[in-house]
């Protein structure tokens, strides 16, 4: 294997471990705070009991997603030393905030956790707050970093140089907002539905229904809503995209040649050597209307522009699918559960259980498929225009032995986790009522 | 602005080494314990560690944000050289992370205990072993620029600067210094008439300190390594290791007395000394390097960056560093009030 590619795949693999463990440390000291709001509120020990439980899950996600965190923040520099030596002082900011954010979170843990009972209660709550707003604020600058290397700003490119820096610039740069938006309701979409999930089964096999309906309930309600205010965030992203990297909008729809009234390509196999795309469904001048709010205007194909700048154009084009289709889906599925609030007899049909069940990990697909359209669909650029992703890799060689370790690593880390999360569930279960 | 972003560098580097190095240490006091020992450590750790334990770990990061934000072309120099042994950091640094959890936060308490047990305990040796090579590595004199690695083998280039036999020393150093720490600091922590344990252990860690060191030193200096012949020929540096070593004196009494604050603050105030000490002597040199030395303040990121740096360090400290001492306060005081109610019982 060439370095770049195992420097790549290394990348790419510690960061989807990383996002799952992310995404569940930064949702679910909300889902939290909320039921240890209600237990305050109502002294409902099932409430309590369920804070307690939830609190767990924090903790140890928490600490896998800081400590691959932690890994992430060394693998820039020891797998694209180039590109930090020039972009690290650029995008440092967001960084440097993200280091405070984390502080703060870790802090407010440390008095969440070990503050039962000694901490006044109204203020051991809050540290519960601080610790999910302390998360997103986190999540949302990482993000402003990724959105630099999409839209880069805050410098002047001159002769090679990085001149007249401007780290605030750079941080608010173009891409930041519509990628922290759609990014911060995936993770409330994909944890709330993998969370809800977890509990439906648990309610599809009868144990403690009254518990694990509340739980249901709690982090379905986060869910749903994020799933339902999704398309508006992904509407503002494709347009953003249409502008700003028309290359990546062409490979997600696996659009070859420019035209004007351009068809939406729904689902359908590529193939890149014909420039061909079969069995697809395909609705005419809608991709024009979804990227620039015109059913006749012109849409830029992949055959306007150098094919050493295109990406990988059938990876980017399913993964974009993948991520679109259950996005619908999670969407359909968060309305449904909000029409289920009013029918009560939905909840005694196992169907309803099950359906929720099937959903659970749909969320997390999503979120990785939309992830490799943005990074995949950046290539072959680390720098949007500016810096090739092959210039920026170590020049040390051997890193597919590091490649291996951390597949190695990553991959027992993740059993373990739900191994350890199976026997929590367990416990509870076998408490009494 | 430098100054600023300097003096958070080095804060959080002290901060690390002295926190995240207890921290580390804990494991491998408990490594070298007997059996029953072990339980009664594994618990105190718990109670120590529990809160803050995250908290002490994040200075690495702040640590290693500043370094490439504020002197890219030496942070670059530190991931493409080092890029083996940081590696091994962060794999031990991940697996420490987890088996703290796991065996804290396990809900079912059976054998696998064991396994999270010796992964910590393994991982808190290895972890500081090889940061303490890292260390050892930038002033080895065994690092070369990629500049000249044309002609050179695999070996020479990304395995001699820290796989030496004087970065090993270096690492087995600071592996001692943080047990050090971690005894003195349990020492203070432990439940009634178990103090002695801890004692012991801190005991024997000078003494393994001081052999370290020696040997470090007496080997560099046969063999000429710049960083000590530079080291001893500075004024500064050896009056900051005398000081250090005489600070032994006032810290033994106030273990022997009890007074667990200010024995910290000696065994802090030391490890203070001995970066102080390396510090003075090289300044901005901290890479040595085969053909030169390399200033942290060579190729600096430019002053609009500095300048923000600066800016949102100061902001960040204010909002963390009360944070953390409330943090850290609060649950001392329980602990105090806890061990008062458990003696009146």
Not at chain 2, 80 to 93: E, R, Y
Not at chain 2, 118 to 140: C, D, E, N, R
Not at chain 2, 255 to 262: A, E, H, M, P
Request: with cysteine; proline share 4%; hydrophobic share 55%.
């Amino acid at each position: 294997m060439e370095n770049l590619d195992a420097a790549r795949l290394q990348m790419a693999f510690t960061l989807i471990f990383h996002i799952v463990f992310a995404c569940i440390g930064m949702v679910m000291p909300f889902f939290m705070v909320v039921s240890h709001y209600k237990w305050l509120k109502t002294k409902d020990e099932l409430y309590l009991t369920l804070t307690k439980a939830w609190q767990k899950g924090v903790a140890i996600f928490f600490v896998t997603g800081a400590v691959s965190g932690t890994a992430l923040s060394f693998e820039l520099g020891l797998l694209w030393p180039e590109f930090m030596k020039h972009a690290g002082p650029i995008i440092g900011m967001p960084f440097s905030l993200e280091g405070a954010a984390f502080f703060v979170e870790a802090i407010a843990l440390g008095f969440y956790l070990y503050g039962w009972n000694k901490l006044p209660e109204k203020f051991h709550w809050f540290t519960g707050v601080i610790i999910g707003l302390s998360g997103v604020a986190s999540g949302i600058l990482v993000v402003a970093a990724n959105g630099w290397m999409n839209s880069p700003s805050g410098f002047d490119y001159i002769d090679g140089q990085f001149l007249n820096i401007d780290p605030v610039k750079a941080m608010l740069n173009p891409a930041w907002f519509t990628q922290a938006l759609h990014m911060t309701l995936a993770a409330f979409t994909a944890t709330g539905f993998a969370v809800a999930g977890i509990h439906a089964y648990q309610i599809f096999k009868g144990r403690r229904v009254a518990l694990h309906t509340k739980a249901f309930k709690i982090a379905l309600t986060f869910g749903a809503i994020a799933a339902i205010l999704q398309p508006i965030s992904g509407d503002i992203s494709a347009k953003d995209i249409a502008e700003r990297q028309p290359v990546k909008l062409a490979a997600m729809e696996a659009h070859y040649n420019t035209e004007k009234g351009a068809p939406l390509y729904i689902g359908g196999i590529v193939d890149a050597k014909t420039q061909e795309v079969k069995y697809k469904l395909a609705i005419p001048g809608m991709l024009s209307f979804l990227a620039f709010g015109d059913f006749d205007a012109e849409v830029k194909g992949l055959n306007d522009f150098p094919e050493d700048e295109r990406p990988n154009v059938p990876m980017v084009h399913y993964a974009f699918q993948i991520m679109v289709g259950i996005g619908g889906v999670l969407m359909l599925a968060g309305l449904l559960y909000f029409i289920s609030l009013k029918k009560k007899k939905w909840f005694a049909n196992r169907k309803y259980w099950l359906f929720f069940i099937a959903l659970a990990p749909l969320g997390f697909i999503a979120l990785e498929a939309g992830w490799i359209v943005t990074e995949v669909g950046r290539q072959p650029w680390i720098i949007h225009k500016i810096m090739r992703t092959k210039d920026a890799v170590t020049p040390m060689p051997g890193i597919v032995v590091s490649f291996y370790t951390y597949i190695l690593v990553y991959t027992t880390l993740s059993i373990a986790v739900t191994w350890l999360m199976i026997r929590q569930i367990k416990v509870l279960n076998a408490q009494n009522n | 602005m430098l100054y600023v972003v300097l003096f958070f560098l080095i804060f959080s580097l002290y901060l690390y080494v002295v926190l995240g190095g207890a921290d580390y240490g804990a494991g491998i006091v408990e490594m070298f314990s007997s059996e029953e020992n072990q339980k009664i450590t594994k618990k105190t750790i718990y109670r120590v560690m529990g809160p803050v334990w995250e908290a002490n770990h994040i200075w690495i990061i702040i640590l290693i944000v500043i370094l490439w934000i504020a002197f890219p072309a030496y942070y670059n120099i530190l991931v493409v050289n080092l890029h083996i042994p940081l590696t091994i950091v962060l794999l031990g640094v991940t697996l420490r992370g987890v088996a703290f959890v796991f065996r804290h936060y396990d809900a079912v308490i059976d054998n696998s205990q064991k396994l999270y047990d010796a992964m910590f305990k393994i991982s808190s040796l290895i972890t500081p072993i090889f940061l303490g090579m890292v260390f050892g590595g930038l002033i080895s004199g065994h690092i070369v620029l990629t500049e000249d690695v044309s002609n050179l083998s695999f070996y020479e280039v990304f395995i001699k600067p820290w796989c030496n036999v004087f970065s090993i020393l270096v690492g087995l150093f600071f592996a001692a210094l943080c047990a050090f720490l971690s005894s003195v600091l349990l020492i203070g922590e432990s439940e009634a008439r178990k103090e002695n344990i801890y004692i012991r252990k801190a005991a024997i860690a000078t003494i393994v300190v001081f052999i370290t060191g020696l040997i470090t030193f007496m080997y560099g200096y046969i063999n000429e390594y710049s960083f000590v012949t530079i080291f001893v020929r500075d004024p500064y540096a050896i009056i900051a290791m005398i000081l250090s070593g005489l600070l032994l004196i006032p810290l033994w009494i106030t273990i022997k007395k009890g007074r667990r604050v200010l024995s910290r603050l000696f065994a802090g105030l030391q490890v203070f000394l001995i970066l102080l000490a390396a510090l003075v002597a090289h300044f901005p040199n901290i890479i040595i390097t085969k053909t030169e030395n390399v200033s942290l303040l060579d190729n600096i990121a430019p002053e609009s960056v500095i300048k923000v740096l600066g800016i949102s360090l100061i902001i960040g400290g204010a909002v963390i560093l009360p944070g953390l001492f409330h943090l850290l306060k609060s649950f001392k005081m329980i602990k105090i009030l806890e061990r008062h109610n458990n003696t009146s019982i």
